[in-house]
């Protein structure tokens, strides 16, 4: 990790600090009303599509751990590993945008394919 | 990205680079002997098992783009979208440590979902 973050790896932290506490609503004001976040399963637009995108995420993390964090003035990139109730050992990577200390554009990568082997057994 | 690649970030770097460009050989001359790599389907230990995991891989990519790259001394972290044969849009990211000018471990993220949707779908 950079010693001095930079300003865009300050949002991304906070960012992540709050939603990986399970502090939703703190992590909600570091995102941008007009967000643009690419996930797996496509693209989510607006602050309420990715509401009900992250939420029910957040409702199911037990722990997480930040394996890497590095950023310059606009751009950072995380990469963590998190515990949730269907899987425990989840990694994912997170490059965001910032602009005036909101995330602007988000891709998020992480693996569906456990999420979806334990939705399938669950049923 | 930074505008002067970290010694860590130069390798991940020019690994990146010459799997991106199908040159595999090239690329493995960045892997250590002992690499330990945390990729979706599992942990791979040595380079043998790292060439039969990365080999195939390689072979159904189609073309690549660096989304951001950082590091420092010691790590670096990646991300990009590649297009392969069977998945158009597959982001991915690595987070890697490098020791004496080769990659000694990995963690690796992506998506399995659309791969193992593709399979599903030839089979």
């Known amino acids: 990790m950079t010693e001095k973050p930079s300003p865009a790896l300050q949002v991304a932290l906070a960012y992540y600090h709050a939603w990986t506490a399970k502090d939703f609503e703190q992590a909600m004001t570091y995102i941008s009303a007009d967000i643009v976040c690419d996930a797996p399963a496509g693209r989510i637009t607006g602050i309420d599509a990715y509401r009900a995108f992250m939420g029910p995420f ?41 602009k005036d200390g909101k995330i602007t554009d988000s891709r998020f990568v992480f693996d569906r394919a456990p999420f ?3 939705r399938n057994q669950a049923t």
């Open 58 to 98: 957040v409702q199911i993390l037990t722990d997480a751990d930040l394996i890497a964090a590095f950023g310059d003035d606009d751009t950072a990139l995380v990469m963590y590993v998190i515990e949730t109730i269907p899987v425990k050992h989840a990694p994912g990577a997170e490059c965001v945008t910032v």
């Open 116 to 118: 979806e082997a334990a």
